[in-house]
T-cell receptor, first 113, second 113 residues
Framework: GNSVTQMEGPVTLSEEAFLTINCTYTATGYPSLFWYVQYPGEGLQLLLKATKADDKGSNKGFEATYRKETTSFHLEKGSVQVSDSAVYFCALPRDTGFQKLVFGTGTRLLVSP | KAGVTQTPRYLIKTRGQQVTLSCSPISGHRSVSWYQQTPGQGLQFLFEYFSETQRNKGNFPGRFSGRQFSNSRSEMNVSTLELGDSALYLC????????????FGPGTRLTVT
């Protein structure tokens, strides 16, 4: 089945710094790709998604581009805020067309004022 | 539209007991998936239900079971609890499963002593 590899954390940044969290995948075909965010004490929230190659997903200032050449879906934000402190998960379906999501190990982001 | 709700939010049980967790999906959603989140194993898929039928199953022992009712609400049951079952159990709903994105609930934090 499909799999995903995500950079280890924690990532520690100062407010207004540029953020990149790396995610690479192995997949059959071109499945949808997702970034989820988990704030302390909460469940997962869908942050953004891309459904086909070269798609760019964006939300709340975060962006990620589905790059089939490098099998990557890196998460970026130009200027992070303290409120962005959370754990970020890259994910994709394990098999085409099914709901069984495979998640990366998660990357904790800590933003200081 | 109300989000995915899970009850209870917190639960403490003793080894050997059994537990039932409940999940109410977003209105109109017919697919419900369950995930286990632990620090050591990360997020792991348990099973998915669609129209009262289990459609996908992860690699968990038979002590973990679930069901879905005609109103799409789902329950997950764990029998003969072990210390290693301590985790955050997340439920996610989707319109129809397949390529439709999932929306997660806040989770049930289960502690086994």
């Amino acid at each position: 089945g499909n799999s995903v590899t995500q950079m280890e954390g924690p990532v520690t940044l100062s407010e207004e710094a540029f953020l990149t969290i790396n995610c690479t995948y192995t997949a059959t075909g071109y499945p949808s790709l997702f970034w989820y965010v988990q704030y302390p004490g909460e469940g997962l929230q869908l942050l953004l998604k891309a459904t086909k190659a070269d798609d760019k997903g964006s939300n709340k200032g975060f962006e990620a581009t589905y790059r089939k050449e490098t099998t990557s879906f890196h998460l970026e934000k130009g200027s992070v805020q303290v409120s962005d402190s959370a754990v970020y998960f890259c994910a994709l379906p394990r098999d085409t067309g099914f709901q069984k999501l495979v998640f990366g190990t998660g990357t904790r982001l800590l933003v200081s004022p | 539209k109300a989000g995915v709700t899970q009850t209870p939010r917190y639960l403490i049980k003793t080894r050997g007991q059994q537990v039932t967790l409940s999940c109410s999906p977003i209105s109109g959603h017919r697919s419900v998936s369950w995930y286990q989140q632990t620090p050591g194993q990360g997020l792991q898929f348990l099973f998915e239900y669609f129209s009262e039928t289990q459609r996908n199953k992860g690699n968990f022992p038979g002590r973990f079971s679930g069901r879905q009712f005609s109103n799409s609400r789902s329950e997950m049951n764990v029998s003969t609890l072990e210390l290693g079952d301590s985790a955050l159990y997340l439920c996610a709903s989707s319109l129809r499963g397949g390529l439709y994105e999932q929306y997660f609930g806040p989770g049930t934090r289960l502690t086994v002593t």
